[in-house]
Antibody, heavy 124, light 108 residues
């Protein structure tokens, strides 16, 4: 069974940093690209960042570019999101999600499995 | 950046009725489009990928169509569990990026 479990959320002051993690199990982690998606309270889904299976292709939404950094450790089946210079508008539930494509491809696709999310609240 | 527009914002229907949800892209996305269902307090669930391919385990009453800039998700006969918010999503590979539509709420 595919499982994605996010952790690391919490309350943080504006300007500070937070690191989110996503533990993956039930599938061959390095066969898939991975993504972060967020959802502000009562709002829609917003794509945050993507990373290919081999970390060679990385992309960010304009709203987080230069402040957030995505990474993965295929040996530990884990995905991370380093969030610096946090702003109140970064407050959201952050989901990690698996790319539907598998194998040695840099191409993005739809997101076929999602974690339950971790809440990040940026407030003084 | 490709912008996705979904209509209507809210669709009020009764169980047994058919639902037609629209997603329009600001420029062609070929068939690189997916549909998700999200219920309150839950993560999104992938229903349709590549515009018209149904995910294994998704009931046949869900179907997707379209290509280019105009896409449709049809729910042929609404079940009580289908009342939720539906999002479309597109992706492009160069430069790599992803966009979600604002969502359509299907309520009773």
């Amino acid at each position: 069974e595919v499982q994605l479990v996010e952790s690391g959320g919490g309350l943080v002051q504006p300007g500070r940093s937070l690191r989110l993690s996503c533990a993956a199990s039930g599938f061959t982690f390095d066969d898939h690209g991975m993504h972060w998606v967020r959802q502000a309270p009562g709002k829609g889904l917003e794509w945050v960042s993507s990373i290919s299976w081999n970390s060679r292709t990385i992309a960010y939404a304009d709203s987080v570019k230069g402040r957030f950094s995505i990474s993965r450790d295929n040996g530990k089946n884990s995905l991370s999101l380093q969030m610096d210079s946090l702003r109140p508008e970064d407050t959201a539930v952050y989901y990690c999600a698996r790319d539907h494509n598998y194998g040695a491809t840099e191409r993005l696709s739809s997101f076929d499995f999602w974690g339950q999310g971790t809440l990040v609240t940026v407030s003084s | 950046e490709i912008v996705l527009t979904q209509s209507p914002a809210t669709l009020s229907l009764s169980p047994g009725e058919s639902a037609t949800l629209s997603c329009r892209a600001s420029q062609s996305v070929s068939s690189y489009l997916a549909w998700y269902q999200q219920k309150p307090g839950q993560a999104p669930r992938l229903l349709i990928y590549d515009a018209s391919k149904r995910v294994t385990g998704i009931p046949a009453r869900f179907s997707g169509s379209g290509s280019g800039t105009e896409f449709t998700l049809t729910i042929s006969s609404l079940e009580p569990e289908d009342f939720a918010v539906y999002y479309c999503q597109q992706w492009n590979n160069w430069p790599p990026g992803v966009t979600f539509g604002p969502g359509t709420k299907v309520d009773i």
